[in-house]
Nanobody
């Protein structure tokens, strides 16, 4: 049974930083492309960053240059370093495989950016 557990969210002022973590279990983590997704109130969940098995990365235009995704296969963990946060980054953040498996969604971690 796959489990994804996100952590690291919180309340931060605009311009601040947060580092999210997602620990995976029940999968061969190193073989998976992983992504960070977010869902703001009243909006659809969208992917903001992905990292391949070889650690190639890709980002949504809205976060490019501000967010950095990384992974530690020895710890079955994927990270999202978020800098220069904006109020529009406020959302619940989730990790999942790419493409996402609907059965893998965890509880997410809330990020709130105040102006």
């Amino acid at each position: 049974q796959v489990q994804l557990v996100e952590s690291g969210g919180g309340l931060v002022q605009a311009g601040g930083s947060l580092r999210l973590s997602c620990v995976a279990s029940g999968m061969i983590f190193g073989m998976k492309t992983m992504g960070w997704y977010r869902q703001a109130p009243g909006k659809q969940r969208t992917m903001v960053a992905l990292i391949s098995r070889s650690s190639s990365t890709n980002y949504a235009d809205s976060v490019k240059g501000r967010f950095t995704i990384s992974r530690d296969n020895a710890k079955n963990t994927v990270y999202l370093q978020m800098n220069s946060l904006k109020p529009e980054d406020t959302a619940v953040y989730y990790c999942n495989t790419v493409p996402a498996d609907v059965t893998y969604w965890g509880q997410g971690t809330q990020v709130t950016v105040s102006s």
